[in-house]
């Protein structure tokens, strides 16, 4: 079942009538079955959308569809959604068994599904098996939640969010508090949880790189607005505007201001790269992996003096002044390269990104 959010908004009206605009007239359309990522720093609006998908806000304006019904108005329990945040809120004096029976006991539809208490109990256990071997807890039923690792804990909570077979599956920050590899494994769990279920999914993150490994599409926001919704890749590949580009990317692109002249654009005094773009000044984003070490000193290539030097793995990241601007390269470690030398460098086009002044894509290659 696909979500369709139109010209959703959500203001809060602080001290003093200080309004904050926290989700600014959001439409966007989340297919049916896929998992998208809401993604953007701290205060961009991510939780505020979850909350208003869940009915938990009310929106100020906008509408929300799941399908063909129009659930703006219906209180949380109407929806048909799991949620799991941040902090699992288990309930600790519960096994994990009860923990994940515990809404379909107390949900009244599901007591009217099964009015028998004895049929009752043998399709809750039936469902609690079967969401525990989804998740892979079927070991822990019988465990408090004191005696699981935090990933097992995460993993219940998902459990518990998907019994009642939700659907639609949001899941704010569902991480952030494991270690960098239970991360990736819940992640990639989470993943495959979702696929196994098919239930559409928002997953809320300011992890870029989380976002960008699960999921199907991301929406990227910042101060309440959309600044792209697209695949995970093509946020990196194309991104829209400067702050896209931005935050993505790990390290992170190298933004400088750049001129055109003549046909070429200017890096470091030397005519680093052939333009088609008008002669001025534009914002010029080069990836950190599209910088080639070169032997050649003609045009298409430009000066640089290594400052730094680490080796991280099988690559080397260098620094060095790009227009004034501290700049970093990852470089193959094969390569021979040393702190104080002087390099020319050419550049890969699939990683330099153009802007103008407003920080808006130019698409020149
Ligand atoms: N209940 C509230 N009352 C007033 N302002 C709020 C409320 N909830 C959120 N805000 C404001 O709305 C904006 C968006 O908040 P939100 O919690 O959605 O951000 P977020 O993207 O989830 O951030 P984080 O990554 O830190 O969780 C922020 O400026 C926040 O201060
Ligand atoms: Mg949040």
């Known amino acids: ?39 953007g720093p701290s205060g961009c609006g991510k939780s505020t959308t979850l909350f208003l998908l869940a009915g938990l806000h009310e929106p100020t304006s906008g509408k929300i569809f799941f399908g063909d019904e129009d659930v703006t108005g219906l209180p949380p329990e109407k929806r048909g959604i799991g949620l799991v945040f941040q902090n699992y809120a288990l309930y600790p004096h519960m096994s994990v068994y009860d923990n994940i029976a515990f809404p379909l006991r107390n949900s009244r539809s599901f007591k009217e599904e099964h009015k028998d208490a004895k ?110 919704v697209d695949h995970p890749q093509e946020t990196y590949i194309h991104p829209a505007n400067v702050f896209v580009a931005q935050f993505l990317g790990n390290p992170p692109i190298n933004l400088f201001q750049a001129e055109a002249r003549g046909g070429w654009l200017i890096v470091n005094g030397d005519r680093a790269m052939a333009t088609v773009l008008a002669d001025g000044h534009y914002q010029m984003g080069i990836r950190p992996e599209s910088f080639i070490l070169t032997g050649d000193e003609g045009d298409g290539t430009f000066n640089a003096r290594i400052e730094f030097k680490a080796t991280i793995g099988r690559d080397f990241q260098v620094r060095f002044d790009i227009n004034g601007h501290f700049s970093e390269a990852l470089i193959e470690s094969d390569q021979h390269i040393s702190e104080g030398d002087t390099v020319r460098f050419a550049l890969r086009r699939s990683g330099v990104h153009l802007f103008d002044q407003d920080g808006k894509r130019i698409e020149v290659w």
């Open 1 to 39: 079942m696909d979500i369709r959010i139109e010209g959703l908004t959500k203001t809060f009206t602080g001290k003093e009538n200080k309004e904050t605009i926290a989700v600014n007239n959001l439409t966007v359309t989340i297919p049916s079955g896929h998992l998208v990522g809401l993604l």
């Open 119 to 228: 049929e009752r109990r043998a399709a809750i256990d039936q469902i609690v098996q079967h969401t525990a071997k989804i998740v892979a807890i079927e070991e822990l039923l019988d465990r408090k939640p004191a005696q699981l690792s935090g990933g097992q804990q995460q993993r219940v909570a998902i459990a518990r969010a998907i019994a009642k077979q939700p659907k639609v599956l949001l899941l704010d920050e569902p991480l952030s508090n494991l270690d960098a590899r239970l991360r990736i494994q819940t992640r990639e769990e989470i993943r495959r949880i979702q696929q196994a279920t098919g239930i559409t999914t928002v997953f809320v993150t300011h992890d870029q790189e989380e976002a960008m490994s699960i999921t199907d599409e991301i929406i990227v926001m910042r101060d309440g607005l959309v600044q792209q």
